[in-house]
C-alpha cells in the first residue's frame, strides 16, 4: 500500500482512501483456484482489483512455513501494485509480515483488541451480519465491515444465513457511513444490487479465483464498481 494513500498526517487511517479501496475486494488462498495463486493474484490485479485478502482457509490449506512463504509470494504482488495487503484471522503473521491490515469475523479477536496489538496504521476488518454487530464493529473502531453471506456461496462452508442486500440498505437509510463491502456469493451479473444498495465494493472469492480468465473477471467488477 501506498503509505501516502491511506495514511492522514496525524497517522491515522483516512477513512475516504480505505473506502476507494474497498471497490474490487479480491479474496484468495490456495485452496480457491486450481492455478497458482501468484498468477491468478497478478491478472486479477491487472483486471482492477483494489485490495487484496490472504484468505488460506479450508480443506488442503496450507500451514507453517507454506503458508507463510504463498503469503510473502502474495504481499510483493500487491506491494508491487500498490493493492493493499490484508491477512484474514491470522493476526501473528499479519504482524510478522507487517501486513496493511487483518480481517476478522465475530469468532476472531475484537477490533478493540486488535487496534492496541496493531497501532493507528493498520486497516482493521470486521465482518457483521445484524446491527448490534455492526454498532459494536464501529465502537470498536472497525475501519471497515464486511456485510452478508448477500447470496448463497459454496467458499464458506460456516457462513451464516443468506441476507441479501437488507442490512446494507438499511444501515446506510440509518445514516452510518463506515466504509463497507458485501461478501457472499456476488457475479458479476448480482453485484448491482449490492452496490445499489449502499456498499462501497464488493468482495469476491470464486467469481475471480475460479474464473478461465481472471483478469476479464476483475475488469467487469471494476465497470461495475467505478462510480
Ligand atoms: C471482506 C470480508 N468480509 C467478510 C469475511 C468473513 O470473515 P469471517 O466471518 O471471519 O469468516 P472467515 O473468512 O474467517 O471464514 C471476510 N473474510 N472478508
Ligand atoms: C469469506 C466469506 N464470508 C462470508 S461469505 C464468504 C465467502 C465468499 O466467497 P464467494 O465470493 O466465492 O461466494
Ligand atoms: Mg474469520
Same mark, same amino acid.
Given at each position: 500500500?501506498?503509505? $501516502? ?28 483456484? !486450481? $492455478? ?17 485478502q490472504?484468505?488460506?482457509? *479450508?480443506?488442503?490449506? =496450507?500451514? /507453517? ?6 503469503? &510473502? ?5 500487491? !506491494? ?13 503473521? %499479519?504482524?510478522?509480515l507487517?501486513?496493511? *491490515? ?7 479477536? #475484537?477490533?478493540?483488541?486488535? &487496534?492496541?496489538?496493531?497501532?493507528? $496504521? ?23 465491515? /464486511?456485510? *452478508?453471506?448477500?447470496?448463497? @456461496?459454496s ?5 451464516r #444465513?443468506?441476507? /441479501? @442486500?437488507?442490512l446494507?440498505?438499511?444501515? !446506510?437509510?440509518?445514516?452510518? @457511513?463506515?466504509? =463497507? ?9 448480482? %453485484? ?17 479465483? /475460479? ?15 467505478? $462510480?
Amino acid at each position: 500500500m501506498n503509505e $501516502r494513500d491511506a495514511i492522514s498526517n496525524d497517522g491515522r487511517l483516512d477513512s475516504e482512501a480505505v473506502r476507494a479501496h474497498l471497490r474490487v475486494y479480491f479474496i484468495m488462498g490456495s485452496v480457491n483456484s !486450481r $492455478r497458482p495463486a501468484a498468477e491468478v493474484l497478478t491478472e486479477a490485479i491487472a483486471g482492477g482489483v483494489t485490495i487484496f485478502q490472504f484468505r488460506e482457509k *479450508g480443506p488442503g490449506a =496450507l500451514i /507453517g512455513e507454506a503458508k507463510v512463504n504463498l503469503a &510473502r509470494e502474495l504481499q510483493a504482488i500487491c !506491494r508491487d501494485h500498490g493493492v493493499p495487503f490484508i491477512v484474514n484471522d491470522d493476526i501473528d503473521l %499479519a504482524i510478522q509480515l507487517d501486513a496493511d *491490515g487483518v480481517h476478522v469475523g465475530q469468532d476472531d479477536e #475484537p477490533a478493540r483488541v486488535l &487496534r492496541e496489538r496493531l497501532g493507528s $496504521r493498520k486497516i482493521i476488518g470486521v465482518s457483521a451480519h445484524t446491527p448490534e454487530e455492526v454498532r459494536q464493529a464501529i465502537d470498536d473502531g472497525a475501519d471497515y465491515l /464486511g456485510i *452478508g453471506p448477500v447470496y448463497p @456461496t459454496s467458499s464458506k462452508d460456516d457462513a451464516r #444465513p443468506v441476507q /441479501g @442486500t437488507i442490512l446494507i440498505q438499511n444501515l !446506510r437509510r440509518e445514516g452510518i @457511513t463506515i466504509p =463497507l463491502v458485501g461478501i457472499g456469493g456476488i457475479t458479476a451479473a448480482n %453485484a448491482s444490487p449490492v452496490l445499489a444498495a449502499g456498499a462501497d465494493g464488493v468482495s469476491v472469492i470464486s467469481a475471480i479465483a /475460479g474464473a478461465d480468465h481472471p483478469q476479464e473477471a476483475a475488469e467487469v467488477f471494476a465497470q461495475l464498481a467505478a $462510480r
